[in-house]
Nanobody, 126 residues
């Protein structure tokens, strides 16, 4: 069984940086595309970033492009989300997810993800 556990979320100030981690057990991360999604209070969950199973392609939401970077460490079976220049509108619960699909078009849609973590709260104060 695949399990995903996120960590690293906390309260930070606008302009700060933060790195979220997602440790995967049960399967190697190289077998899945790994994505990050987030859900702010009162809003629907939205795509943030994804890295393909091969590791050679990434995609980002326009709202985070140039500020966030997704990466993975196969040896640690983990995926990371480096978040720089954080803004109050980045406040949300961040979820890590794993997908067996390929194709960045599909990987930006949560319906194509089979496994999800429990989420980690990121709060950015102004």
């Amino acid at each position: 069984q695949v399990q995903l556990v996120e960590s690293g979320g906390r309260l930070v100030q606008a302009g700060d940086s933060l790195r979220l981690s997602c440790v995967v057990s049960g399967r190697t991360v190289s077998r899945y595309a790994m994505g990050w999604f987030r859900q702010a209070p009162g809003k629907e969950r939205e795509f943030v970033a994804v890295i393909t199973g091969s590791g050679d392609s990434t995609a980002y939401a326009d709202s985070v492009k140039g500020r966030f970077t997704i990466s993975r460490d196969i040896a640690k079976n983990a995926v990371y989300l480096q978040m720089n220049s954080l803004k109050p509108e980045d406040t949300a619960v961040y979820y890590c997810a794993a997908s067996g699909y390929g194709g960045l078009y599909y990987l930006q849609r949560e319906n194509y993800y089979a496994y999800w973590g429990q989420g980690t709260q990121v709060t950015v104060s102004s």
